[in-house]
């Protein structure tokens, strides 16, 4: 009787995969250990604890209700996307989705939100992967102009930093890139398909077929630059979803009692969009702080009481109905993400 031998070297890169995992997950948690010491440390506790006693919860809870409003914008605007083409799906799958995706943006490092949003919308309504990812580059790139044309706007009236003046300009490069090609893509999609049905005889039958079908579901998902009205529709969203997220700090200043407005709500949506995010989620949340004190400070608050229970409140206000939101759509969606486990072979 042959007994097959247990595969050792899969195995063992399973235990590597496992300790790589875990120094990641280590290294995050103590950078960001020791980046909230460096924020919280000449901060009286007593003083947070006297700015949120003052704070006006109406407003906390109306910036909740803004960010609620956002989420409900952002699906809408990503169902016009796909509305575009047949068979789109609903707008409940389309919510679920995205904010499992923000869901798995902040606890799981590395962005891998796009991914579970496409995932989930596969598993779900069936919709093919290629097609979800060409509509959330359309997503992404209205995202980059929006923000792009934000900067344009308000650079006349307000100093906005050279650090995110540098990172705004290479997203303008990008948008200016980017955009034509998408729209010229969408426009001669059928010429494209044509082409790659004419130059794909040359591969084999099945691999023709997948690559076929693959190329239309992506040129399918782009549908929506081939309509005028639905482009300009989609900027005018995209565009109030960029009000939208300038409400968000600027309630909270409300809420603060702090004698600042549009302006400044600007400049902190600006810092906290512009940022590298860190791939470790401790990291992250730290890098949130550690900007909107420095922005804070930048206005001249020398409270630093005031300043860390703002920032704890917007990273609160911004990152919890996320959370509660995904968490319930893994709950009860059934979900079956692909997790990388590699196995010794019986």
């Known amino acids: 009787m042959h007994t097959e031998e247990p595969n050792i070297s899969r195995t063992d890169d399973s235990q590597v995969n496992i300790r790589v995992s875990w120094l990641r997950v280590t290294i995050g948690v103590a950078v960001g250990l020791i980046g909230l010491f460096f924020i919280v440390r000449n901060v009286e506790f007593a003083d947070v604890a006297s700015a949120y006693q003052d704070a006006i919860l109406g407003y906390v809870l109306l910036a909740v209700a803004v960010i609620l409003i956002t989420i409900i914008t952002k699906t809408w605007r990503w ?75 308000v650079l006349p009236f307000i100093a906005i930093p050279d650090e995110v003046l540098q990172r705004g300009n290479t997203l303008a490069i990008i948008t200016l890139v980017a955009l034509p090609i998408l729209v010229l893509v969408a426009l001669n999609s059928h010429r494209l398909s044509r082409f790659a049905k004419g130059s794909g005889e040359r ?3 099945w691999m023709r077929m997948r690559f076929i079908q693959i190329l239309e ?22 565009m109030l979803i960029v009000i939208l997220s300038l ?35 401790p990291a992250r949340i730290v890098v949130f702080l550690a900007i909107v004190r420095l922005a804070m400070e930048g206005f001249g ?7 860390l229970s703002y920032a704890i409140a917007f990273l609160f206000v911004v990152y919890t109905p996320a959370l509660i939101l995904g968490g319930l759509a893994l709950s009860k969606g059934g979900y079956r993400f692909p997790i990388r486990v590699s196995r010794g072979e019986k």
């Open 301 to 307: 608050i020398d409270d630093t009481g005031v300043i």
């Open 247 to 281: 409400l968000t700090p600027l309630v909270l200043f409300k809420a603060f009692n702090l004698p600042y407005g549009i302006r400044e709500a600007i400049i902190i949506n600006l810092l906290v969009t512009l940022a590298t995010a860190p791939p470790s989620t």
């Open 79 to 153: 169902q016009l996307i796909f509305k575009s083409g047949p068979d789109a799906p609903g707008f409940r799958p389309l919510f679920w989705a995205l904010v499992t995706g923000q869901f798995f943006n902040i606890v799981v490092p590395f962005r891998t939100g796009e991914i579970a949003r496409v995932l989930s919308l596969d598993q779900q309504e069936q919709v093919s992967k290629s097609k979800t990812l060409s509509t959330l580059v359309i997503e992404k790139t209205l995202d980059t102009a929006g923000l792009v044309a934000t900067i344009l706007i």
């Open 203 to 205: 591969l084999p039958p």
């Open 217 to 238: 579901a992506g040129l399918d998902g782009l549908a929506a630059f081939r309509s005028r009205r639905l482009t300009a529709g989609l900027s005018l969203v995209t």
